[in-house]
């Protein structure tokens, strides 16, 4: 009991924790914008937060401020801005199945304490259109990532001046995450990683593991304001999100449209996209993995909704398994209880078919219930309570199932600048 309660200590680190610093997608839903450029480095959002983005933090975020005559903007010298993402969480977890007539109960349940990410980020602003950007985590919790931008249609006109139609235009190469789906801020959501293994409770989640990031090229631009294109070429690290090479000749292709606007300001703002993922190759295998997403999000005063559905072929698991078909939806919606303080509120569901076409996981629903509170400025903490109920094959190819349930409460901490 001794030693299974140490792997599940290790698991669980793995699994729940939310390890990359990723924007909160509902703020550029509530300004009707289609990029993510108003506040991040990143045009599709997440890591280290632009002038924009940092006036946000200081000004409009926290709930208490103090200290009006901050001037915190994070650069270092003239082009270089410095930033960094640290991350530790408590988390109490319960899992008890299989249920029904003369089956054991097989309860267990787990606390930890366990840090997340200890990251450092860094923008290195070479022109107004060329930037180099660096993370590097000294302890190792989260993968390192480098890229280049360079925007070749940009306001200040240095290589093509942006216009009416045209807004922005950039190119970028190097190491990270494709633009695909909503940027949910927490990859344990089912769209995206998931849970990657339980004791009976089998993986749920695509290969968008905690962390994930391929080698490739991004192309993206910006049209009347509102409307975004994304086209990507990456290696296709499916199976192995921290390689830096590969031989395979087939490239994995993603691409991303939205389109987003405020229709009442400060009121009423919406979005809708689609993404399409697809890779002729998996670990070096000549099989077709396609991945797609319908995305859309609704704002209305202070309450904002997004949702995700996504199913695809062939498609990877975060455990590297390779599953025939898989689907899975999250919608999440959010209040502002009052400033600093958002109520949350997301509903889940995944499931996937072997290359028999059995199903061997269905999760029948995840809810959860939390809350994102910022008290001052730099400082978000995060309760949780998560309920699930799965039902997972017995063994690979058996169409009999076994239920399982999970309760998971945690309080996350996270400092940002």
């Known amino acids: 009991m001794k030693q299974l309660s140490i792997y599940f200590s290790t698991v669980l680190v793995l699994i729940v924790s939310v390890s990359q610093a990723f924007a909160l997608p509902r703020f550029a839903l509530m300004r009707g ?55 530790s969480q408590l988390l109490y977890f319960a899992q008890k199945g299989p249920l029904g007539q003369n089956k054991a109960d097989t309860t267990l ?3 930890s304490f366990h840090a997340m990410s200890l990251a450092f980020e860094l923008d290195v602003k070479a022109t107004n259109t060329l930037h ?16 280049a931008i360079l925007h070749f249609v940009h306001s200040s006109g240095e290589l093509l001046k ?10 970028k190469v190097g190491s990270f995450l494709p633009a695909f789906g909503v940027r949910f801020d927490d990859h344990t959501v089912y769209v995206k990683g998931g849970t990657a293994s339980l004791s009976g409770f089998a993986p749920a989640g695509f290969f968008w593991s905690p962390g994930y990031r391929d080698v490739g090229a991004e192309i993206g631009a910006l049209f009347f304001d509102h409307i975004g294109i994304t086209a990507g070429m990456f290696n296709g690290s499916e199976t192995s999100p921290r390689a830096t090479f590969s031989t395979d000749p087939n490239k994995a292709i993603c691409v991303r449209i939205n389109a987003a606007g405020e229709f009442i300001e400060d009121m009423l703002a919406g979005e809708i996209g689609f993404s399409r993922y697809m890779h002729n190759s ?8 396609a991945l797609n997403a319908a995305h859309v999000g609704l704002r209305v005063g202070p309450v904002s909704i997004l949702g ?54 269905k999760v029948k629903g995840r809810i959860m219930i939390g809350a994102q509170w910022f008290p001052i400025r730099f400082l978000e903490i995060r309760p949780e309570f998560r ?15 076994d239920d399982f349930t999970e309760n998971t409460f945690l309080v996350q901490t996270h400092v940002f600048f």
């Open 308 to 361: 995700e559905y996504d199913f695809g072929e062939n498609v990877v698991l975060d455990n590297a398994a390779v599953v025939a078909k898989a689907n899975a939806l999250c919608l999440e919606g959010s209040i502002r209880i009052t400033k600093g303080l958002d109520g949350i509120l997301r509903y889940e569901t995944f499931s996937d078919e072997n290359p028999a076409g059995i199903t061997d996981t």
């Open 387 to 401: 309920i699930a109920n799965s039902s997972s094959a017995t063994t690979q190819g058996s169409t009999a199932l």
């Open 162 to 171: 942006s216009s009416d139609a045209v807004t922005n235009a950039y190119i």
């Open 33 to 87: 914008e289609a990029n993510c450029l108003g506040c991040h480095v990143n045009p599709t959002g997440g890591q280290l937060r632009g002038p924009g983005g940092v006036s946000y933090a200081i000004n409009d975020l926290p709930m208490w401020k103090r200290g009006e005559n901050i001037k915190y903007t994070g650069d270092i010298s003239e082009g270089l801005r410095l930033g960094g993402d640290f991350r």
């Open 132 to 147: 180099g950007f660096f993370r590097y985590d000294p302890l190792g919790l989260t993968p390192s990532e480098g890229w």
């Open 109 to 111: 349940s787990v606390t």
């Open 282 to 289: 998996i670990g070096g295998q000549a099989v077709n993995l």
